[in-house]
């Protein structure tokens, strides 16, 4: 078979045990459920980015992305709450 490229998925086991001990809501897939425009959790103060979310996409730029905005969204809750 011709190919030009080869994308292997080797899968992945969603780490939230931590957040579920502290009362985060987890989907059936264990993924870590967020507001998708701010990446807070159910828990006030609490936010999660990345693969551990149940955002549809698991790409490294969309873990960045989610990222920067669960950072700024952190920020944003401290500054108001400090």
Not at 38 to 54: C, Q, S
């Amino acid at each position: 078979m011709k190919l030009d490229g080869v994308f292997v998925a080797i899968g992945h086991v969603v780490l939230s045990e931590l957040a579920e001990k502290l009362g985060v809501n987890v989907n059936e897939k264990k993924e870590i459920m967020i507001d998708h425009k701010t990446a807070e959790t159910n828990v006030p103060g609490i936010y999660a980015a990345g693969d551990v979310t149940d955002r549809p996409f698991k790409q490294a730029i969309t873990g960045v992305s989610d990222g920067c905005v669960a950072a700024y969204s952190a920020f944003e809750y401290i500054d108001k709450n400090a």
